[in-house]
């Protein structure tokens, strides 16, 4: 069992910047990588970001490329997210999860095993 703690969510004004962090415990050792997903009211699950569990690939979704960065502290089996030049469209509950099993998929929600309980990230225009 693997165990996620999605923390730093909050309000923030457009053209800020705000981190998340993505705690892990349990049987780590088994994650084979991290993704971020966000999902706003109305609207599906959203990828934003994934980083594999040597922290040598990472990938973004594309409304977020340029302005978000994912990085991982093994030592500490944190995972961040760095979000730049935020608006009001990346307003959404963000959702850390750990792909345990199968294909090096990373950018589907059906790609990933385990879940946080989620960080409400606040844009105002």
């Known amino acids: 069992q693997v165990q996620l703690v999605e923390s730093g969510g909050g309000l923030v004004q457009a053209g800020g910047s705000l981190g998340l962090s993505c705690a892990a415990s349990g049987r780590t050792f088994s994650i084979r990588g991290i993704g971020w997903f966000r999902q706003a009211p109305g609207k599906e699950r959203e990828f934003v970001a994934a980083?594999?569990?040597?922290?040598?690939?990472?990938y973004y979704g594309d409304s977020v490329k340029g302005r978000f960065t994912i990085s991982r502290d093994n030592a500490k089996n944190t995972v961040f997210l760095q979000m730049n030049s935020l608006n009001a469209e990346d307003t959404a509950v963000y959702y850390c999860?750990?792909?345990?099993?199968?294909?090096?998929?990373?950018?589907?929600?059906?790609?990933?095993?385990?879940w946080g309980q989620g960080t409400q990230v606040t844009v105002s225009s």
């Open positions: 999860a750990a792909h345990l099993y199968g294909s090096s998929q990373y950018t589907r929600p059906s790609d990933y095993d385990a």
């Open positions: 980083i594999t569990g040597s922290g040598v690939n990472t």
